[in-house]
């Protein structure tokens, strides 16, 4: 019953970083000098002030030579660590056998959910059962893509069933063409998936496995992938680890595998297996060591000599913070499987159930629609006699966008359209249309807001003409639908309009003959209904010479690191103003490119010198640096200039094209890894991020003689 099962909490603690911030916008100490001061605490799990002070000499500096520095320093270490806000577990579910508020206080969250106060350690202590219950959006739009299919094909694809050694599907991962795929899709796992090149389960396992910050940062995930391509020998300290390590290449990534170890070459039940798996899990040195102990007592007495058990104890300790748990990277990896099997085979059904779950996101929905043009796929907008709710296959080659994807209306009245519809045919004009809807429910917001996004170019009329009659065609089906209702009878409903037809669907329609808005006007309607271009953007009349300007792209933001500077085109998409303390103005700057959105940051300074151009659909381009904080970036922008201007005032000069002429296409560069320092690569990262250009940069490895590119 409901009184036995309760969600529960969780406490969000102040980390280093947070308790800086927070601090620092109290005391009113300025966002740069702070931000600077934040991100000298290193990007590491764990961190703390304390740790931060004795790795970062400029902190301490900084603290001896500033007061404020150093009162901020001190306030934030005392508050760090302590409980900021509370929330509910992601996944996290208590049950018992009684009424939980016999065992545990509860409380109701702002959603109205039952919710312990106590959180998930004090939970296991008590001796109740937690279990995680996750729920996958990912789920919903395999079983979606299955009924298009059936609806579209006529095929019951059994999902469980489908082959998993598809040499299209891991010729398609291996190509990094993995965006919609499931777990796959981020910048960083499309590179790892390429340098991998996964050719079963196992190894889509394994990457999902590898890929976090711990491996990420150990070297370890160049050495699975050495190893898988032969280039570095596969070596077992002992024979009995083959079988346990063979299908990750000799390297240990799942806890299960160092649970099967215990158990085999130290005898270990496997209640003593999964203590040892759960003190890795949770760091516990004290715990770790004594398992270390009962380990190498253990391979002693299966005659492993105590040497060769040490060093496996240790090749154990020294995964202990990197192990996985298995059955959770199994489970995501089928289901990583399935979506690109689904996207090799059933393209066009996939990527429209796929766009209908993000549909509220528009720079994952503009990032899928530019996937779907990728595959020559077109994408066609709303339209009153095709669309659904939802994204449709039309033709089994394209996808038309869903009714529910427009702006202002709700889903009464796409019920409203689609039913009329299917009862009584396509709707042959504006009036047409006007007299069989339920116009109580499909009001002026609605229509105006349908022809604005297109949703009418079917019957073959303009926007600006629709416009012009929607009150009279609208007062016209209010009086037709309400002379209905009365039992009266006009003179069309003496003729029956079962069937569309082509050469008089609009002779209903009295319109005026006036000219069509213009491209831009167009494409701001469209943006306005849908949130994003669809037929066309306008930056695309502006492609070519873009490219010559620009350094990086919205998207390809992730790679750079913190105040590497950039140069950005793109649309202003919104923008904020805001005052400062003392009264200058500044604004906030959603600018989107063809490729997603990213935000401006205009200070006083910059926004003096280029306020006036700020407005909404401007091209601009945006010359600045980016600040990089807790995994979101943004762009502090240094000059803003309108594209025509910049295009007038900073072409090139001949001079100037002439260098640029003998600028090379590519740079080599020859490492020898056994002489240079370990850093090096994370040193030449930073500075060819802090100054990007259009050279491709080829790396030559040396090791042992061999050269790898």
Same mark, same amino acid.
């Given at each position: 019953?409901?009184?036995? #099962?309760?969600?529960i909490?969780?406490?969000?603690?102040?980390?280093?970083?947070?308790?800086?911030?927070?601090?620092?916008?109290?005391?009113?100490?300025?966002?740069?000098?702070?931000?600077t001061?934040a991100?000298?605490?290193?990007?590491?799990?764990?961190?703390?002030?304390?740790k931060?002070l004795?790795m970062?000499?400029?902190?301490?500096?900084?603290?001896?030579?500033?007061?404020?520095?150093?009162?901020?320093?001190e306030?934030?270490?005392?508050?760090e660590?302590?409980?900021r806000?509370?929330?509910?577990?992601?996944?996290?579910?208590?049950?018992?056998?009684?009424?939980? +508020?016999?065992?545990?206080?509860?409380?109701?969250?702002?959603?109205?959910?039952i919710?312990?106060?106590?959180?998930?350690?004090?939970l296991?202590?008590?001796?109740?059962l937690?279990?995680d219950?996750?729920?996958?959006?990912?789920?919903?739009?395999?079983? &979606?893509a299955?009924?298009?299919?059936?609806?579209?094909r006529?095929e019951?694809v059994?999902?469980?069933?489908?082959?998993?050694?598809d040499?299209k599907?891991y010729?398609?991962l291996?190509?990094?063409?993995?965006?919609?795929?499931?777990?796959?899709?981020?910048?960083?796992?499309r590179?790892?998936?390429?340098?991998?090149?996964?050719? +079963?389960?196992?190894?889509?396992?394994?990457?999902?496995?590898?890929?976090?910050?711990?491996?990420?940062?150990?070297?370890?995930?160049? &050495?699975?992938?050495?190893?898988?391509?032969?280039i570095?020998?596969?070596?077992?300290?002992h024979?009995?680890?083959?079988?346990?390590?063979?299908?990750?290449?000799?390297?240990?990534?799942?806890?299960?595998?160092?649970?099967k170890?215990?158990?085999?070459?130290a005898?270990?039940?496997?209640?003593?297996?999964?203590?040892?798996?759960?003190?890795?899990?949770?760091?516990?040195?004290?715990?770790?060591?004594?398992?270390?102990?009962?380990?190498?007592?253990?391979?002693?007495?299966?005659?492993?000599?105590?040497?060769?058990?040490?060093?496996?104890?240790d090749?154990?300790?020294?995964f202990?913070g990197?192990?996985?748990?298995?059955?959770?990277?199994v489970?995501?990896?089928?289901i990583?499987?399935?979506?690109?099997?689904?996207?090799?085979?059933y393209?066009?059904?996939?990527?429209?159930?796929?766009?209908?779950?993000?549909?509220?996101? +528009?720079?994952?929905?503009?990032?899928?629609?530019?996937?779907c043009r +990728?595959?020559?796929?077109e994408?066609?907008?709303? &339209?009153?006699?095709?669309?659904l709710?939802?994204?449709?296959v039309?033709?089994?080659?394209?996808?038309r966008?869903?009714l529910?994807?427009v702006k202002?209306?709700?889903?009464?009245?796409i019920?409203?359209?689609?039913?009329?519809r299917?009862?009584?045919?396509?709707?042959?004009?504006?009036?047409?249309?006007?007299?069989?809807?339920?116009l109580?429910?499909?009001?002026?917001? #609605?229509?105006?807001?349908?022809?604005?996004?297109?949703?009418? &170019?079917?019957?073959?009329?303009?926007?600006?003409?629709?416009?012009?009659?929607?009150?009279?065609?609208?007062?016209?089906?209010?009086?037709?639908?309400?002379?209905?209702?009365?039992?009266?009878?006009?003179?069309?409903?003496?003729?029956?309009?079962?069937?569309?037809?082509?050469?008089n669907?609009?002779y209903?329609?009295?319109?005026?003959?006036i000219?069509e808005?213009s491209?831009?006007?167009?494409?701001?309607?469209?943006?306005e209904m849908?949130?994003l271009?669809?037929?066309?953007?306008?930056l695309?009349d502006?492609?070519?010479?873009?490219?010559?300007?620009?350094?990086?792209?919205?998207?390809?933001?992730a790679?750079?690191?913190?105040?590497?500077?950039?140069v950005?085109?793109? #649309?202003?998409?919104?923008f904020?103003?805001?005052?400062?303390?003392?009264?200058?103005?500044?604004?906030?700057?959603?600018?989107?490119?063809?490729?997603?959105?990213?935000?401006?940051?205009?200070?006083?300074?910059?926004?003096?010198?280029?306020?006036?151009?700020?407005?909404?659909?401007?091209?601009?381009?945006?010359a600045?640096?980016l600040?990089?904080?807790?995994?979101?970036?943004?762009?502090i922008?240094?000059?803003?200039?309108?594209?025509?201007?910049?295009?007038?005032?900073?072409?090139?000069?001949?001079?100037?094209?002439?260098?640029?002429?003998?600028?090379?296409?590519?740079?080599?560069?020859?490492?020898?890894?056994?002489?240079?320092?370990?850093?090096?690569?994370g040193?030449?990262?930073?500075?060819?991020?802090?100054?990007?250009?259009?050279?491709q #940069?080829?790396?030559h490895f040396?090791?042992?003689?061999?050269?790898?590119?």
């Open positions: 019953g409901n009184d036995k #099962v309760a969600q909490i969780t406490f969000g603690t102040m980390a280093a970083r947070a308790a800086v911030r927070d601090v620092g916008r109290a005391l009113g100490i300025p966002y740069a000098q702070v931000d001061i991100k000298m605490i290193p990007w590491e799990p764990n961190i703390t002030i304390a931060a004795k970062e000499s400029r902190l301490k500096d900084l603290m001896k030579s500033d007061a404020d520095v150093k009162k901020l320093i306030t934030a270490s005392s508050l660590g302590l409980a806000h509370a929330s509910t577990h992601a996944a996290g579910i208590v049950l018992s056998r009684k009424p939980l +508020n016999d065992y545990v206080p509860l409380q109701k969250t702002a959603e109205g959910e919710c312990t106060q106590y959180a998930m350690a004090e296991e202590e008590l001796g109740l937690k279990m219950f996750l729920g996958l959006r990912t789920l919903t739009v395999i079983s &979606d299955l009924k298009i299919i059936k609806h579209t006529g019951q059994d999902i469980n069933k489908i082959p998993l050694d040499k599907v010729k398609m291996s190509e990094g063409s993995c965006a919609g795929v499931f777990q796959l899709e981020s910048e960083g796992m590179d790892l998936v390429k340098r991998l090149i996964p050719e +079963n389960i196992e190894d889509i396992t394994a990457l999902l496995a590898l890929y976090r910050p711990g491996p990420l940062g150990s070297g370890m995930i160049e &050495d699975f992938i050495n190893r898988k391509k032969g570095v020998k596969i070596k077992y300290p024979p009995r680890l083959e079988s346990i390590l063979k299908e990750t290449y000799g390297v240990i990534v799942y806890q299960e595998q160092v649970m170890i215990a158990s085999e070459l005898g270990f039940t496997l209640g003593q297996a999964d203590i040892l798996r759960k003190a890795m899990g949770k760091k516990q040195k004290g715990v770790m060591e004594k398992q270390r102990e009962l380990f190498i007592k253990g391979a002693q007495k299966n005659n492993i000599q105590k040497n060769i058990a040490a060093e496996i104890s090749l154990i300790a020294y202990a990197y192990g996985f748990n298995k059955s959770h990277s489970s995501y990896a089928f990583s499987y399935q979506t690109a099997y689904l996207k090799t085979h393209t066009v059904e996939y990527m429209a159930s796929l766009l209908t779950s993000i549909m509220g996101n +528009n720079d994952k929905v503009a990032l899928y629609i530019k996937e +990728n595959m020559s796929i994408i066609l907008p709303p &339209d009153i006699n095709q669309s709710v939802n994204f449709t039309v033709g089994g080659k394209a996808i966008f869903g529910a994807a202002n209306v709700g889903e009464k009245a019920k409203s359209i689609i039913d009329e299917k009862k009584n045919s396509y709707f042959a004009s504006f009036l047409d249309f006007c007299q069989r809807v339920d109580r429910v499909v009001n002026k917001r #609605v229509i105006e807001s349908l022809i604005k996004c297109g949703a009418f &170019d079917s019957i073959g009329v303009r926007r600006a003409q629709l416009l012009a009659v929607l009150d009279v065609t609208l007062k016209s089906g209010q009086e037709y639908q309400k002379s209905k209702g009365n039992g009266q009878t006009s003179i069309f409903d003496l003729f029956e309009k079962n069937i569309f037809d082509e050469n669907r609009n209903q329609d009295k319109l005026p003959d000219l808005f491209k831009n006007e167009l494409l701001a309607m469209e943006k849908l949130g271009y669809i037929s066309y953007h306008p695309n502006h492609k070519e010479k873009i490219n010559k300007i620009v350094t990086s792209t919205s998207i390809e933001l790679n750079f690191s913190d105040r590497s500077k950039v950005l085109a793109g #649309v202003i998409n919104n904020k103003r805001k005052n400062t303390k003392n009264g200058s103005l500044m604004a906030f700057v959603t600018l989107e490119d063809l490729e997603g959105t990213v935000e401006i940051i205009v200070f006083p300074k910059v926004y003096e010198k280029c306020g006036e151009i700020i407005k909404k659909d401007e091209i601009i381009i945006t600045g640096y600040d990089v904080a807790e995994g979101k970036t943004k762009v922008a240094e000059k803003i200039t309108l594209l025509e201007k910049y295009k007038e005032n900073k072409m090139p000069t001949p001079k100037t094209k002439e260098k640029n002429h003998n600028i090379a296409e590519e740079l080599h560069l020859e490492i020898n890894t056994e002489e240079n320092e370990s850093n090096l690569l040193k030449l990262k930073d500075l060819f991020y802090s100054y990007p250009g259009k050279s #940069v080829v790396f040396k090791d042992k003689g061999k050269t790898i590119i």
